[in-house]
């Protein structure tokens, strides 16, 4: 008799612990930034591999958007960087955009491909100071602000001091 008492204070233990184990475990205010950007040199299949940051992909896609099919540029380094809201930015010397990529489950998808500029990017920089991410045109001193949106601002160094 005291064992069919016991049995469903047991079961109704057992569901009450069951389901506190299996809420949901949310941080929240997480910054995705990188301080500093990385440069890469993609390998001879055009994988790049982000050691520091766990990341790798192939530039072929960025190639065939910058130069189109039929070009036969080659991309010596790609320069990516991660601002807080886990948006990657990624340039290269010779591109004329700079491409905003959203990751996703083993994808990045471009969420936005920023003009710089009409001319082909000599040796661009990226930075990421006061919260945003800046591509320096350093040919030019220009500073470009992005955002996953585009160019926020447009300044030289010179103004910026």
């Known amino acids: 008799m005291r064992l069919q008492r016991l049995i469903p204070m047991i079961m109704l233990a057992s569901i009450v612990m069951l389901g506190t184990a299996c809420k949901t475990f949310v941080v929240k205010d997480v910054n995705y930034s990188h301080q500093l950007e990385s440069v890469l040199t993609p390998d001879a299949n055009g994988d790049i591999h982000d050691v520091r940051h766990g990341l790798t992909f192939n530039i072929a896609p960025f190639q065939q958007q910058e ?3 039929d070009d036969s540029t080659r991309i010596q380094e790609i320069r990516l ?3 807080a809201k886990g948006y990657y930015f990624i ?3 010779q591109f004329k955009h700079v491409y905003v990529m959203k ?3 083993g994808t990045l998808k471009m969420e936005k491909k920023i003009k710089i500029s009409e001319d082909r990017l ?3 920089a990226l930075n990421f100071r ?3 991410v ?3 045109k350093t040919e030019t001193n220009e500073i470009f602000v992005l955002t996953e949106d585009g160019i926020q601002e447009n300044k030289t160094k010179e103004e910026k001091s």
């Open 122 to 124: 000599e040796a661009p």
């Open 130 to 132: 006061n919260n945003t």
């Open 91 to 93: 340039t290269a010397n």
């Open 67 to 69: 130069f189109g099919e």
């Open 134 to 136: 800046q591509l320096v």
């Open 103 to 105: 990751p996703g489950s």
């Open 81 to 83: 960087i991660r601002d």
